[in-house]
């Protein structure tokens, strides 16, 4: 430890910190604008100069070590830092445009605050001002005006560090110095948003936001995302009862500062212009709307009378992942007044092995922050970047630091980050995996095989903190119990944890109240297989969600279904009554991470319309069925709701385990068969409405057929310009048009088809074989 003094206060640091750190620790503020707490220093702005006893000139308190003794003193004790401070404001506003009334930072601007207490009321410059041409760099990110640009380089240094892709970089020098994209590229980085929090000026905005409202307008809520199993902690704004802009909220042990442009973005899907504004009731194939006391007789009615004459075994429900505890436990408590204990959230999973193989609750078996000090980490089924884009951030820092990350998928994506990765079709994962298992005891140091550098990883005695990890394709495999039982053995020999990455918001949510196939009830899968007579929906597009899209239109289109969805043309085609209830944002309610985190949050906006949360719906249906003897219909508010849950979630705490044992038998190749993929922003209802985001590259992918490069080539679609490969992809007698491309990351024979798309809705099954012909 380091004793120095700051204005005259003593304090302690660590060897090697900064006079910032110090500053920061005694409570005082130096102004500054290319400073962050997680990026690297550049000390280019010189904004946060300080006076220390001795020197000759200001020094940087951003870039200045400590050192015993040190005597500093701020702009508040030092004249000659104030000085410096204004004078290097003057230099910053030499060229900068006086467009603040119209500027979409004002109101929040480090500068323009800044100026305010370092600034001069008048600018002794008098030349003309600099202008720098507007970029185009897509649909998330504007970069219109980037005159008011500093050159702080902190969306730079976020791109390099964090994001793991340089996308833009400073060309030319003195004012000419502009920050742009390379050779007119567009901004790709599933991170991207974060660079709009970073700018301290209004240079880089938020294309979606751009103009459509003040700061000063904006109400501020905290919730929760509901988009992926991390629960990221958002902070969301409102303007006139509409979300106008979603940012992070700091929680270092989830989603640190940042947040993912899904989070950013999906937003603006809560804003369509087919949200169900009340009941509706299908009667002779015509739509009619209707009174909830209509709707509500008319699902009891139609129910009773067909569970009379079926029996109570043919009624089942298939809920979203991203529905809260609330609602899940509301659901359940319906089926199983109603006598059914068929509910699911698990659409895709196919294997029908795996519910009772699995002996507790899939979670994370190490804490979020544990990624970022990983030694060795073998992921299976998962594609990092588009399913879980901050924990991929956090194995950066820790491929920084050599450690070991190896990746068998079926296609071998830029990670961004050093790996071994071995790409090969669904069918081969397990011959894979036990190829890995007899690697472990005996490995050839010369071999580079990815089984033999995964097995020495694996083993090295020096390697302490080691993961198994299991993505959502494993989960949803056909041998998805024989998978979990190779790995959990490969885990339990290599000491490493054993780890499953939830699909959805509140999967470990829908486990601990027991919304999932278990103790004999049909799985989603099963359910649709084996069509039940009446359907209860919530949340669900099983179109785009289910793991067999046409096998779930066909069993919905011959039953009753009864759809608790906010948007109309979520269920249209199929269901019988829409009962309008509302998206995350316009409800309280509970998630758990994919860690076991639970978050509780309010809602940030009211109900749009006569739209009710669902767990208020859900009861009201439990009363109209009589089952009003049942305590969990006689909740009044959200807290009699959770004086129910929250026992249950913390006894669920403790069944929390990745454990499966069965017996495995691989199996040959398919020949040609499908990737397993979900498309990045087809996850959720939400996310697919979010208009924005289906205009990036990483959503374009999903519309088109990838095709591995041996089938590509086979197919002699090679002579083709690029947007003239048409091929047709049949799969289970159903057949889809599509344009093909090139996707050499792909395994071979691997048909890149990516679930929760158009095209993926059209055909059956998200792994099976599928055949492919030139159009």
Not at 238 to 257: G, I
Not at 344 to 357: C, F, G, I, W, Y
Not at 437 to 442: F, G, H, P, Q, R
Request: hydrophobic share 40%.
């Amino acid at each position: 430890m380091v004793e120095m003094q700051i204005d005259g206060v003593k304090v302690e640091m660590p060897e090697g910190s900064m006079v910032m750190d110090a500053v920061k620790k005694v409570g005082k503020y130096v102004p500054h604008f290319c400073y962050h707490k997680k990026l690297s220093i550049a000390a280019s702005c010189r904004m946060c100069l300080v006076e220390v006893e001795k020197a000759l000139k200001p020094l940087p308190a951003c870039a200045t070590p400590v050192t015993p003794g040190m005597v500093v003193r701020t702009q508040v004790e030092s004249t000659k830092a104030a000085t410096a401070q204004k004078d290097v404001m003057e230099f910053l506003l030499l060229n900068h445009p006086l467009d603040c009334p119209i500027c979409d930072q004002g109101g929040e601007c480090q500068l323009q605050d800044l100026a305010v207490g370092y600034g001069k009321s008048s600018s002794r410059y008098q030349e003309e001002k600099r202008t720098v041409q507007a970029k185009e760099v897509g649909p998330l990110i504007s970069m219109e005006e980037m005159a008011r640009c500093i050159h702080c380089t902190r969306c730079v240094r976020f791109g390099q560090e964090v994001a793991g892709v340089m996308e833009l970089g400073m060309l030319g020098r003195g004012e000419h110095a502009e920050i742009t994209t390379f050779v007119g590229n567009t901004v790709n980085s599933e991170l991207s948003g974060n660079m709009i929090d970073l700018c301290p000026v209004g240079a880089i905005t938020s294309k979606p936001y751009r103009y459509s409202a003040r700061n000063w307008e904006l109400s501020r809520r905290k919730t929760v995302s509901a988009h992926d199993s991390l629960g990221s902690n958002l902070i969301v704004q409102v303007k006139d009862n509409q979300v106008k802009r979603v940012l992070p909220l700091e929680n270092v042990d989830v989603n640190d500062c940042w947040i993912s442009d899904r989070d950013r973005f999906a937003y603006e899907g809560l804003h369509t212009q087919d949200r169900v504004s009340q009941p509706m009731i299908k009667r002779d194939g015509q739509w009619h709307n209707a009174s909830w006391e209509d709707a509500f007789a008319y699902v009891v009615e139609q129910v009773k009378t067909i569970k009379g004459r079926v029996g109570a075994d043919k009624l089942g429900a298939l809920a979203s992942n991203a529905s809260t505890v609330e609602e899940l436990y509301m659901l359940k408590a319906l089926m199983n007044g109603l006598g059914s204990s068929h509910i699911d959230v698990n659409l895709r999973q196919s294997d029908a092995a795996l519910p009772s193989a699995l002996t507790g609750t899939p979670c994370l078996a190490m804490p979020i922050t544990a990624f970022n000090d990983l030694h060795v980490g073998l992921f299976v089924g998962t594609d990092l970047r588009e399913e879980h884009p901050l924990l991929t951030a956090r194995l950066r820092q820790a491929a920084k630091r050599n450690a070991k990350i190896n990746v068998l998928s079926a296609h071998a994506g830029d990670l961004l980050m050093v790996a071994n990765q071995k790409a090969t079709a669904p069918s081969q994962w397990l011959k894979e995996l036990l190829a890995v298992e007899v690697a472990l005891s005996s490995s050839d140091a010369g071999d580079k095989s990815f089984t033999a550098q995964t097995a020495r990883a694996l083993t090295d005695a020096r390697a302490k903190n080691k993961s198994v990890v299991v993505g959502s394709a494993v989960m949803n495999h056909p041998q998805a119990a024989q998978l979990l039982t190779v790995l959990n053995r490969i885990a339990a020999t290599t000491g490493a944890t054993l780890s499953i990455l939830a699909e959805g918001a509140n999967t470990l949510g829908a486990y601990a109240v027991g919304a999932v196939a278990k103790n004999g009830s049909l799985n989603a899968m099963q359910m649709l297989a084996e069509p039940r007579d009446v359907y209860f929906l919530l949340n669900v597009e099983p179109q785009f969600e289910a793991g067999n899209p046409a096998q779930a239109a066909r069993a919905l289109a011959n039953s009753f279904v009864v759809a608790m969805n906010a948007n109309f043309s979520a269920v249209a085609d199929y269901a019988d009554v829409i009962l309008p209830v509302t998206p995350f944002t316009e409800t309280a309610g509970t998630f758990v991470n994919t860690e076991g985190r639970v978050q509780a949050f309010n809602p940030v906006t009211k109900p749009f319309a006569q739209s009710r949360p669902a767990w208020k719906v859900l009861r009201v249906l439990g009363e109209q069925f009589g089952l009003s003897n049942d305590k969990s219909f006689a909740a009044n508010d959200i807290a009699d709701v959770r004086g129910l849950t929250d026992a249950i979630l913390l006894n669920g705490a403790a069944g929390r385990s990745n454990t499966v044992s069965v017996e495995v038998n691989p199996i040959e190749s398919l020949g040609l068969e499908r990737s397993g993929r979900v498309a990045a922003y087809g996850a959720d209802a939400i996310t697919r409405r979010a208009q924005s985001l289906q205009k990036t590259e990483w959503a374009q992918s999903a519309s088109v057929v990838g095709l591995s490069t041996n089938v590509y080539i086979s197919l002699g679609l090679q002579d083709l310009a690029e947007d003239s490969a048409w091929v047709i992809v049949t799969q289970d007698g159903l057949k889809v048009k599509a344009q093909a491309v090139l996707r050499s990351d792909l395994g071979d024979n691997v048909v890149d088809i990516q679930q929760g798309s158009t095209l993926a809705a059209q055909l059956g099954s998200q792994f099976g074989s599928v055949s492919v012909e030139r159009a």
